[in-house]
Nanobody, 126 residues
Framework: QVQLVESGGGSVQAGGTLRLSCASS????????MGWFRQAPEKEREGVAG???????IYADSVKGRFTISRDNAKNTLYLQMNSLKPEDTALYYC????????????????????WGQGTQVTVSS
């Protein structure tokens, strides 16, 4: 059974940095694509960053140049480095994953992923 556990959220001032982590376990196929999503109160969950099984990445326009997604396959951990944080980045951040036998493409679409973590809160004050 796939499990995803996020950590690293917190409260920071605008301009600050945070690094989120997502520890994963239980994959049975060798190819995984993973992503970070966020959901602010009364808003829909949106894709922030995604990484394919080939290591290619994709970002939402709102975070390009500020956020970086990466993965350490040896540690089974996904990261999201968030720099120059803004109050509008405040949200509950979720880690998501999908697995495939022959490769999995980077994606910001919720329908790509079928495994989700519980979320970690990020609050940015002005």
């Amino acid at each position: 059974q796939v499990q995803l556990v996020e950590s690293g959220g917190g409260s920071v001032q605008a301009g600050g940095t945070l690094r989120l982590s997502c520890a994963s376990s239980g994959f049975t196929y060798r190819s995984q694509c993973m992503g970070w999503f966020r959901q602010a109160p009364e808003k829909e969950r949106e894709g922030v960053a995604g990484i394919g099984s080939d290591g290619s990445t994709i970002y939402a326009d709102s975070v390009k140049g500020r956020f970086t997604i990466s993965r350490d396959n040896a540690k089974n951990t996904l990261y999201l480095q968030m720099n120059s944080l803004k109050p509008e980045d405040t949200a509950l951040y979720y880690c998501a994953a999908a697995q495939a036998l022959w490769g999995c493409r980077r994606s910001l679409e919720r329908t790509t992923y079928n495994y989700w973590g519980q979320g970690t809160q990020v609050t940015v004050s002005s």
